[in-house]
């Protein structure tokens, strides 16, 4: 890993200055010292759960000192409460991943004001200081998945895409990727943008009328598996419409997330392909930074020990992690996180 160590006088002077090193001050704790608050963003996605599920064996390892992990259910007025409660109870860094990445700006500056290190997960917060962003390319998400539609669809027919909170910026890299390579690449493709602010009732019942309108829909972009998946096939199962691949009227689909759901699916035909993303690394790294700012390390740009790439954002560093596209080629993959995860009973 490349990290460089600052004396504790540097230390004080770059916290000064910028505010990212995210040095531990408190006397006390010394190097390494501190806990750790750590907030999950929601328990309605099959992706975040098995988050919360690598969390909590990093902190059961003592991966981190941490504080009572809380969950603010996709609710920006409970995250900003949890990390007050955070400081309140001495918090000497924060583990977030905030799903209106307008709206935590305040609470960044709040931290930033009380010398805390924040790492963000999955999501680049808009305004804001950060020690580091743990998060893959999620503009990368969508052309993988234009590209491997436009491929297997030959350029031709119509396609609908569950979009994401656009007021996140995974919602918004994600379509704004996707719309860009089909308008590029397969001008002959039609897609329909499907707004669904990461709700699986939503994508189902616009997906439900979408094909009323538009039987001959023939491919489908789920931003998140995570939530769309079973809603969409059972929508898919009972108007018969889940057809094998390879058979006439096979309407191909592709997700993100890389949850053992969707592998599943993968291997039985009910979907072709999806992104994974990776959520034991997004655990895994999110301790590890927390710990890296608790030690008063800066993080360099470059490329990682973990076969990432760390970049400068404005607002701070973001660690970008690798997601590969699976298919049932490399379904099978014991590398995937999807074939490590126990899988629920």
């Excluded at 505010?19 to 975040?48: E, M, T, Y």
């Excluded at 064996?57 to 996709?74: C, F, I, P, R, Y």
């Excluded at 089909?182 to 709700?199: N, Q």
Aim: aromatic residues 6%; neutral net charge; glycine residues 8%.
């Amino acid at each position: 890993m490349r990290v460089r160590t600052t004396s504790a006088a540097v230390c004080a002077a770059l916290l000064a200055v910028t505010a990212l090193a995210g040095c531990n001050r408190d006397a006390d704790s010394g190097s390494g010292g501190g806990k750790v608050g750590i907030d999950l963003p929601r328990s309605d996605s099959d992706f975040w759960n098995s988050y919360q599920q690598y969390i909590q064996k990093g902190v059961k390892d003592g991966e981190v000192d941490a504080l009572s992990v809380t969950n603010s259910q996709n609710d920006i007025g409970k995250l900003v409460a949890n990390v007050q409660t955070f400081t309140d109870q001495g918090a000497k860094a924060v583990v977030m991943a905030p799903q209106d990445t307008g709206a935590i700006a305040e609470s960044l500056r709040s931290l930033q004001e009380k010398k805390i290190p924040v790492v963000s997960v999955d999501t680049r917060p808009d305004k804001g200081n950060v020690y580091m962003v743990v998060r893959a390319d999620n503009r990368a998400y969508g052309e993988k998945a234009c590209k491997y539609l436009g491929e297997q669809l030959k350029g031709r027919g119509k396609v609908v895409e569950f979009q994401g909170d656009l007021s996140s910026i995974n919602g918004r890299d994600r379509s704004e990727a996707f719309k860009s390579c089909m308008k590029k690449d397969f001008p002959g493709i039609k897609v329909f943008e499907l707004a669904t602010d990461w709700k699986g009732d939503v994508a189902s019942a616009k997906l439900q009328s979408t094909l009323a309108a538009h039987p001959d829909i023939n491919g489908v972009y789920m931003q998140a598996g995570g939530v769309f998946l079973q809603p969409t096939l059972a929508l898919l199962e009972q108007k018969k419409l889940l057809k094998a691949p390879g058979t006439p009227g096979h309407i191909t689909i592709i997700s993100n997330d890389g949850i053992p759901e969707e592998l599943d699916a993968i291997k039985a035909g009910k979907i072709d392909a999806t992104v994974s993303q990776p959520a034991d690394l997004y655990a895994k790294y999110a301790l590890y930074w927390a710990r890296q700012a608790l030690d008063g390390k800066t993080p360099e740009e470059g490329p990682t020990d973990h076969e990432s790439t760390i970049i400068k954002i404005p607002n701070g560093f973001e660690d970008q992690l690798p997601a590969p596209l699976v298919t049932k080629e490399n379904v099978d993959d014991p590398k995937l996180w999807g074939n490590q995860l126990e899988k629920k009973s």
